[in-house]
């Protein structure tokens, strides 16, 4: 059994690639779609979306596989639980990425994505309602070209800056239909090309994307325990979590980013109760969101027919702040690798029991 931890992750690792869940949610067109429905909804035609995704998969397969590895693997001890738990998370992503489009696909989706009714869902909440009244905000032309690559203050300048002096495995790559403004991936960070920020906006980006994902990513791959690298099952939900507290203590959670990410929450709690996309943007409307970001934020929380990952922000902000309020050493694990708060006490048993072994031998 000495090397069926390796085998397992790696069979996680390429299991993940396959699934690419958010990238098959991503429609294709996605910033014509977005010019074309704003200027009518300027023009008072409320108009849905003409959705276009890649074709869809057959993922069967590897499900089984997710399935037997999870159930195979799950009583055992050590690192087995945790791997076990990322198996089933990957294989209700594999199921999502074989209905992307389909009819009531967003019930399907609050399986991987679930609104949280404990104490962090409320905390998120709360913050919501109070964030995401718009308090006016910049103009859309004002600010730098994302991918002006002859501004030293542009994002992508600032990005690779930062990618060069941390001296990450990471390229910074431009896609025009990219539906976030950054994204990471694996040795990958994607930028939204033509979007205009100011100066503080992309220095907010690159400390999320840098900082938040990829220094963990390439951390992980230096950890002796593979579990870094694949990741826990709800760690991604939590990195965003820490990333956002990483923008909060740089002082980067302004008002614009505050209302941003209510609004986003709001609208994904929309989408979980079963709002369609008209209903979803006069939802932001009514909190005096511009047309512009309403039909953004909405074509975000609706991509893939309703995947509103979105909720998972906020409720992963205010379930690491206070873990790391009662424990401050956890964070030392998240900084690691794309690790979930709930995972943190089984870790610290596994590398203990590691230490303890290495003294025994000595």
């Not at 994002?155 to 990471?170: D, K, T």
């Not at 929450?265 to 989408?271: C, E, F, M, Q």
């Not at 979803?280 to 969101?289: F, I, N």
Request: proline letters at 3%; charged letters at 30%; hydrophobic letters at 45%.
């Amino acid at each position: 059994m000495s090397r069926e931890p390796l085998t397992i992750e790696r069979g996680l690792a390429r299991a993940e690639r396959s699934i690419a869940l958010i990238e098959r949610c991503r429609p294709l067109g996605a910033r014509t779609e977005c010019a074309r429905l704003a200027e009518a909804w300027k023009r008072g035609q409320e108009l849905d979306p003409a959705w276009s995704f890649a074709p869809l998969v057959d993922l069967r397969g590897l499900r089984a596989s997710l399935e037997a590895i999870a159930t195979r693997t799950e009583k055992w001890e050590g690192v087995f639980p945790l791997l076990a738990a990322r198996a089933r998370e990957l294989a209700i992503e594999a199921e999502l990425a074989e209905q992307i489009g389909a009819h009531r696909f967003e019930v399907h989706a609050a399986r991987r994505f679930p609104v949280d009714a404990g104490v962090d869902g409320d905390q998120a909440l709360s913050w919501a309602r109070q964030w995401a009244w718009d308090r006016g905000g910049r103009d859309a032309g004002d600010g730098i070209a994302s991918d002006d690559e002859s501004n030293t203050q542009s994002l992508i300048s600032l990005m690779r800056q930062a990618v060069g002096e941390r001296r990450l495995p990471f390229r910074v790559v431009v896609r025009p239909d990219l539906v976030s403004l950054a994204a990471t991936g694996d040795g990958v960070i994607v930028l939204r090309s033509g979007a205009r920020l100011l100066g503080s906006e992309s220095e907010r980006i690159v400390r999320h994307e840098v900082d938040g994902h990829a220094m963990p990513r390439a951390r992980a791959k230096r950890e002796r325990l593979g579990i870094f690298a694949v990741g826990t099952a709800v760690g991604s939900d939590d990195e965003e979590g820490r990333a956002l507290l990483i923008e909060q203590r740089a002082g980067c959670l302004g008002t614009e980013r505050r209302a941003e990410l209510g609004q986003r929450h709001l609208a994904a709690l929309a989408v979980k109760r079963g709002a369609n996309f008209v209903e979803t943007v006069r939802l932001l409307r009514r909190l005096g969101t511009a047309i512009d970001p309403a039909i953004a934020i909405s074509m975000r929380v609706h991509r893939g027919g309703g995947l509103a990952r979105e909720i998972v922000y906020l409720t992963a902000l205010a379930r690491v702040t206070r873990h790391f309020a009662a424990d401050p050493a956890a964070e030392d694990l998240l900084e690691r690798g794309r690790i979930a708060v709930a995972a943190v006490p089984l870790l610290r048993e596994i590398e203990l029991a590691h230490a303890a072994s290495l003294t025994a031998a000595e």
